[in-house]
């Protein structure tokens, strides 16, 4: 029922003095009091129609000062602060992921440099081994001879 105006609910105050925050005049004060509405809505000689979520409050004039603090209001502050939240979160998990991707790309480059020095090692050591074969069968076929 957020925003509904019930009968009864607007009411005519005297004019009190200035108070801090608050524009009192000659002019009439209307307060709006309601489950709705955590402090107060303070028209001062108010407009001939203000919508506040679709329901109207009607006034004389023009509106001078008009201050509130409603519950929806709150509510969407703290959806906002937890979707700021979710944000931040969200953005120091990408970074932890780019740092772990990092790390992972600089460990797969020192991995492919270490698998292309063991390929060079191997081709060194089949190259030796060829050459023993070698010497082997000659050494063989001079035994052979003898």
């Known amino acids: 029922m957020r925003g509904l105006l019930l009968p009864g609910m607007l009411r005519k ?3 009190q003095s200035k108070q801090k925050g608050k524009t009192c005049d000659k002019n009439t ?3 709006v009091d309601g489950p ?3 402090d107060h809505i303070d028209l001062t000689r108010g407009a001939d129609r203000m919508q506040m979520d679709g329901d109207q409050i009607i006034g004389d004039s023009s509106i001078l000062d008009v201050r509130f603090s409603l519950a929806h209001v709150r509510r969407d502050v703290e959806v906002l602060t937890l979707r700021d939240s979710v944000v931040k979160a969200c953005k120091r ?3 932890d992921l780019e740092v772990v991707e990092d790390e992972k790309s600089k460990e797969a ?3 492919k440099k270490k698998i292309s020095s063991l390929k060079k090692s ?3 050591s089949e190259a030796r081994v060829n050459e023993r074969e070698k010497e082997i069968d000659n050494l063989q076929s001079t035994l ?3």
């Open 13 to 15: 105050e005297k004019p």
């Open 29 to 31: 004060l209307v307060s």
């Open 36 to 38: 709705m509405v955590d």
């Open 93 to 95: 998990i990408v970074t």
């Open 109 to 111: 480059h020192h991995l």
């Open 122 to 124: 191997c081709e060194a």
């Open 144 to 146: 052979a001879r003898a």
